[in-house]
Structures are given as C-alpha cells and as structure tokens.
C-alpha cells in the first residue's frame, strides 16, 4: 500500500518538477523541438558586445535552477546564458556547471546594452528570430528597424511598418550581403544608410514608397525596387554605372520617364515594364559610336507595358543579344 501511495504521488509531482526533472536525453530532444528554445540559442549569435536583455533573465533563471537542480542543470540552456566570449555559436567554451559567480559575471553593465534593445525596448532577437548569421524579422510589427547583431549577413524584415532607413540602420554591419525589407512604407533612406556596406549583394526594397534611390554599395548585384513610386530624378545620373557586379535590376511598377543610364556591362536583366517611358535615348543599351560592341549579358529587357513605341529606334538594339519586350508596331 505504501508503495503505491508513493507512486502516486510521484506522478503527482513530475509533472510539476518541469524539463529539469526530465532525464538528459529527453530535455534535449524537448529543446530541439520548442521554437522558443531556438530562439534563445540564437541569443548568443546576436552580439558579443552587445550582451542583451534576454541573456539578462536567462542569468537569473539559471542561478535559482543551479541552486535548486545543482549538477542536473541541461548543459544546452548553459550554454545560452554563457558570456559573448567565443566566436563560434556551437559553442563549448563554457563548462556544464560553471558556477553561478561566473554566470552573474556575465551581468551586461556596460551602456552598449541599449544598443541591442528595438524601440520597444525589447532585444532584437526576441521580436526577430536569429539563425546563425541570418536574422528574420518578417511580419513583427515594425516601424523601424532594430539594432541588428554584428555578424548578421542576412537580414529579412519583409512586411512590416518601416517608413525611413536612417544613416546608421547599417552601421558597422560589414557582413551585411543582403537586406530583404519588401512590402514596407519605406519613403526616404538616408544617403549614408546602404554605403558603408562592403558585402552586400542583395538590395530588396519592392512594395514600398520610394520616390528617390540613395547612393548604392558597389558589390550590388541584385537591386530589386519593384512597386514603388521611383521618378526618372530619383535616379542619379551615374547610380548603376560604377555597379561593376549588377546582374539584375527591376524597376518595374513605378514612375520613370526614361531607362536610367549609363548601365554596367555586367547587366543581365532590366526589368521597366508598368512605367511611363515614352521615349530612348541614344546610347540606352549601346553605344551608338562603338559598331562591334555587344552585350551579351544583357538578354532580358523588358519595356512592355510602357507608353514607348519600341518599332521608333531601331538602331537602339544592334548590340543587344534579343530585342526588348514591348510594344514595337
Ligand atoms: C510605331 O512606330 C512605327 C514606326 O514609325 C509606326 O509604323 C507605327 O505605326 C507606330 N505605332 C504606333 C502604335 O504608334
């Protein structure tokens, strides 16, 4: 009888214990499957100089389980309060059971901790999800982007709320290769914002409401600025000549009178249909003194859908390896 009532009132009691009752290999495998946990193990990613809250309240958990779980503490939770020490996010720098002094050490003090914190004061990869270098921050209700860690390569903050990029939003991210902030209200960038950014590739902006483009990195080999509302003097004179690496350009759905020039010779896609191009320039795709020069790259061009009548310059495509797509009769 005795043993009985204590079987029951163990199972009383386990489910209360929580995950730290749970044997190792199990609290692992419940780990891997929460969302939650995956997202407290990217914390670490985030910023090495930029310990956040969120390491904060992992500190204090930890140090009353470590009082009252001693050597049961899971070795995984460990290491995502450890210190920003390591570069590495698999991490093992942090021995299981390090005792709490050194985990209350770990206690951000310094000012640059605001630094990790978004508007609404909470870190960034609590409102963002942060997967080794990528940090997703799609559909969470921003209105403007949040301090973003160090080593982030990719980042996606598609629809959200975000009108203005300032000229520090990337700052010392020289990782950065590409930024994804489609479907936003985004109407003006700071001229600094996108130029001190030495990785990046690709520059997604469509679905917002630019008039005008800042001054681009020149590693760009993606600009895609689909359904905004560009003008032809939003465009510098010289915007995509010095992009030596842009493969593919889309500037469909927006307002331009004219095909922006001059374009790089890397170029393999122009995409302008849904404008209000009326007219080509001399020289649009080839250089009208250079008889033997061709752009091979260049085969997708694409003006349909524009007010032009593509049959009026018919020495605008000799260089081109196809004709445009448009409206030629
Ligand atoms: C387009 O231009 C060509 C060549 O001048 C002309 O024959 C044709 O009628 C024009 N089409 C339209 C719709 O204006």
């Not at 930029?50 to 309240?57: E, I, L, Q, T, W």
């Not at 975000?162 to 990337?170: K, L, Y």
């Not at 895609?224 to 469909?252: C, H, K, M, T």
């Not at 320039?281 to 091979?296: L, Y």
Request: aromatic share 6%.
């Amino acid at each position: 009888m005795k043993f009985w009532a204590f079987l029951t009132l163990l199972a009383l009691l386990l489910p209360e214990a929580g995950p730290a009752s749970l044997p190792k290999k199990e609290r692992k495998r419940r780990e891997e499957q929460s969302p939650e946990e995956s997202k407290a193990h990217a914390v670490p990613h985030v910023g090495h100089d930029v310990p956040s809250v969120d390491d904060y309240h992992e500190v204090i958990d930890l140090s009353s389980y470590e009082e009252d779980y001693g050597d049961q503490l899971p070795e995984v939770e460990l290491s995502s309060a450890a210190p920003p020490a390591g570069t590495s996010p698999a991490r093992s720098t942090v021995p299981p059971r390090t005792p709490s002094p050194t985990l209350t050490g770990t206690r951000p003090t310094a000012p640059g901790r605001l630094h990790s914190l978004t508007s609404g004061g909470l870190p960034t990869c609590l409102v963002c999800v942060c997967l080794g270098s990528s940090v997703y921050c799609d559909d969470a209700d921003l209105d403007h982007l949040p301090p973003l860690p160090r080593t982030t390569a990719y980042l996606y903050a598609r629809f959200n709320r975000i009108t203005h990029v300032g000229a520090g939003a990337f700052q010392g991210l020289t990782k950065l290769k590409r930024i994804d902030l489609s479907g936003n209200l985004i109407s003006s960038i700071d001229a600094e914002a996108l130029h001190p950014l030495p990785a990046l590739q690709d520059l997604i902006l469509s679905e917002n409401r630019l008039a005008a483009l800042p001054p681009l990195p020149r590693g760009t080999e993606i600009l895609d600025v689909r359904r905004n509302r560009l003008r032809s003097s939003g465009i510098q004179p010289e915007a995509f000549g010095a992009l030596e690496r842009l493969q593919f350009l889309y500037l469909a759905d927006n307002l331009l009178d004219a095909i922006p020039g001059p374009l790089p010779l890397s170029l393999r896609s122009l995409h302008l249909q849904n404008n209000r191009i009326d007219s080509l320039q001399r020289g649009a795709f080839c250089d009208p003194e250079e008889h033997r020069h061709t752009r091979r790259p260049l085969e997708d061009i694409r003006l349909d859908h524009n007010p032009i009548n593509l049959s009026l310059f018919p020495e605008a495509y000799f260089c081109l390896p196809r004709l445009p797509i448009g409206r030629f009769t």
